[in-house]
């Protein structure tokens, strides 16, 4: 490949590979089998050019190759003030996209959409919310992808560095729960638990012993918290995680550096640290999907607007956010309809911080930025993000107490 | 650690460096209020600086600098890079080493003439 014998656009990927695995003194190339793309955003200057032009070259991806969120819902960008200019740039992204052979997932949660990597792949993926679930809960193996994703699934090649190398995956710090099984009844909850524990080991690789039977959508909450607080790629939570059936398993036979209890203050801290929005006080916004939403968690909401015959109140956007494909079976089961009849509105392809609604993108595309004052959610990732990109006050609550939120216009 | 053989002034920063936020992605301009070289250019420059901080978009910042002729020579970091850094420094063509086995920061002079040969992890400097 680095040869030229399969065009310049190859040997050209394959030298800024054979560059990248210098700097990390990689032994050698390895075969991956699935990325997950950093889809080009029109908020980005430049980003939408970049892969219409390279896209140009006939460049295309060799393996399946998911795309992650982008910066306005393709379809229905109009209904939530989105400016044309960002949506038209945007879909012009989305064409390359498809000339490249990328799938158009545009998601945070490939991993929900069938893309389920046997354990041991080595993969490639950007979406710290993803890749987190990829290598933990999956066992398949990848790094903390960039913009080289693009020139890992036009070659189907990475170098084998950092966490697709067994060794790198040991354990480092070792939380030992000391919880009731109601302090992690909700989904938010393991939000808090993994915003707690990512603030303390930041990029290494904690190891939780104790945690309850998971469902799938607790592990996605969890996992995007400790990449949120922290920059964590990995964690271990035997025997619920692909590679560790014991906490020995984790610390592959070795010895934790450091050793924490995490007890319901710890959690209650948590919450509190986020929440700069006092009891009683008016909401404006209320954001459920992040990571995006499942076709459960969509059920949910739907049936408990229904059986409480609940309408949101008065001005208030209430956004749920998923994928596309997640969304067409939504809309297939009623369940969509359900949550726009009581006044909701179910977003595709993008979230609040991904959107034209941040400061940034509405002072560089000259645009007035939308008043938001208050939001509540159930992700501390979103309340992370929200606070700086769109300068809102933030409120994490589980999702049945955002609902009554999105009803009241206060937070409880 | 990144290829390059480059030479320019040093730009010595006491502290980590965030590509998003902290330069003007248009002219290599530093932006950040309190920063100790507020309003001087990286372009061009050799800079030296203990770690990135900030988000993975810096990579984005700097192959946009370099789209524009205004990225730096080099970047001598202090500590280990991360991945994004790495990626934005090859594509930006930007010399990179990391990790010298002394400390520069309070060694090399700022403005001090700093050569840098990626592919062999030297540098060489003369006030």
């Known amino acids: 490949m680095l040869d030229g014998g399969h065009g310049e656009v190859i040997a050209q990927a394959m030298d800024y590979l054979v560059q990248f695995g210098e700097a990390f003194d990689a032994r050698c190339f390895v075969d991956v089998s699935y990325a997950h793309y950093p889809a080009e955003m029109s908020i980005y200057r430049g980003s939408c050019e970049d892969v219409i032009e390279y896209a140009e070259t006939g460049a295309k991806v060799r393996i399946p190759t998911t795309s992650s969120t982008l910066a306005c819902d393709l379809e229905r960008w109009s209904e939530y003030g989105c400016p044309q200019p960002i949506h038209d740039l945007q879909a012009k992204a989305v064409e390359a996209h498809r000339k490249m052979g990328i799938l158009g997932t545009y998601t945070c949660t490939p991993q929900l959409l069938g893309f389920v990597l046997p354990k041991g792949s080595n993969i490639i993926s950007v979406e710290s919310s993803a890749i987190i679930y990829f290598n933990s809960v999956l066992g398949a193996r990848t790094n903390r992808g960039g913009l080289f994703t693009r020139y890992a699934a036009v070659t189907g090649k990475y170098p084998l560095t950092g966490y697709l190398i067994a060794a790198n995956r040991r354990g480092t710090h070792l939380f030992t729960l000391d919880l009731e099984p109601d302090d992690l009844a909700h989904d938010s909850d393991y939000s808090a638990l993994g915003f707690y524990i990512g603030a303390i080991v930041g990029s290494e690789v904690p190891v939780i012993d104790g945690l309850p039977m998971p469902t799938q959508d607790n592990l996605v909450a969890l996992g995007a918290a400790l990449a949120t607080s922290g920059s964590v790629t990995l964690f271990h939570a035997p025997p619920h995680t692909a590679e560790a059936n014991t906490v020995d398993d984790a610390f592959q036979g070795g010895e934790p550096k450091e050793a924490h209890t995490v007890r319901r203050g710890d959690l209650h801290a948590a919450y509190e640290k986020i929440t700069n929005i006092s009891d009683g006080e008016a909401i404006d916004f209320v954001t459920l999907g992040c990571p995006h939403y499942t076709l459960g968690q969509l059920r949910y909401v739907a049936s408990w607007l229904h059986e409480h015959d609940a309408t949101a109140h008065e001005n208030m956007r209430f956004w749920i956010c998923t994928n596309r494909m997640t969304k067409r079976a939504a809309d297939f089961d009623g369940i969509t309809a359900a949550i726009e009849a009581a006044g909701g509105f179910v977003v595709c392809d993008t979230c609040p911080v991904e959107c034209h609604m941040r400061k940034s993108t509405c002072k560089e595309f000259g645009l007035p930025v939308p008043q938001v004052k208050a939001m509540v959610t159930d992700s501390f990732k979103m309340a992370r993000y929200v606070g700086d990109l769109i300068g809102c006050r933030t409120a994490v609550r589980p999702r049945e107490a955002c609902l009554r939120a999105a009803v009241s216009g206060k937070l409880e | ?127």
Request: proline share 5%; aromatic share 4%.
């Open chain 2, 1 to 127: 650690m990144v290829r390059g053989n480059v030479e320019g002034p040093a730009l010595v920063c006491a502290k980590a460096f965030s590509f998003l936020g902290d330069v003007d992605m248009d002219t290599g301009e530093i932006i950040a209020h309190g920063h100790e070289h507020r309003g001087k250019s990286i372009a061009g420059k050799v800079m030296i600086y203990p770690e990135t901080k900030g988000s993975s978009g810096g990579c984005v910042v700097l192959t946009t600098l370099a789209r524009q002729g205004r990225q730096p020579a080099a970047i001598i970091l202090e500590k280990p890079a991360d991945t994004n850094m790495v990626e934005g420094a090859i594509l930006a063509g930007v010399a990179m080493v990391c990790q010298p086995e002394q400390s520069l920061i309070d060694v090399v002079p700022d403005g001090a003439a700093v050569a840098v040969d990626g592919s062999a992890g030297t540098i060489t400097w003369r006030a």
